[in-house]
């Protein structure tokens, strides 16, 4: 039971709890975007459309940044009462 009340262990569970929002919106681009650009290009070929815009463009982790780290302040701030 001493480890689990150690310092260390209470960080490392404090940094993974809080690191879910980025840890997902990263494997999001990693793996998810390739995916959702060949079923992109899919419904375009259904509807016979011959314009096609770059979804890795569209997507951009940029876009993602506020909410991202708006999500992971809160997570802070609401951890920080546990620990």
Not at 20 to 38: H, L, M, R
Not at 40 to 63: C, H, M, W
Request: charged residues 20%.
């Amino acid at each position: 039971m001493e480890i689990l009340s150690s310092n260390v262990v209470k960080g490392l569970f404090f940094f993974i709890l809080n690191g879910v929002g980025v840890i997902a919106a990263v494997s999001f681009f990693w793996f998810k975007i390739g995916e959702k650009d060949n079923e992109y290009t899919k419904v375009l070929k259904t509807f016979g459309i011959t314009k096609k815009r770059d979804l890795r463009k569209e997507l951009s982790p940029a876009n993602y940044i506020l909410p991202v780290a708006f999500f992971t302040l809160v997570c802070i701030a609401l951890s920080s009462m546990f620990f």
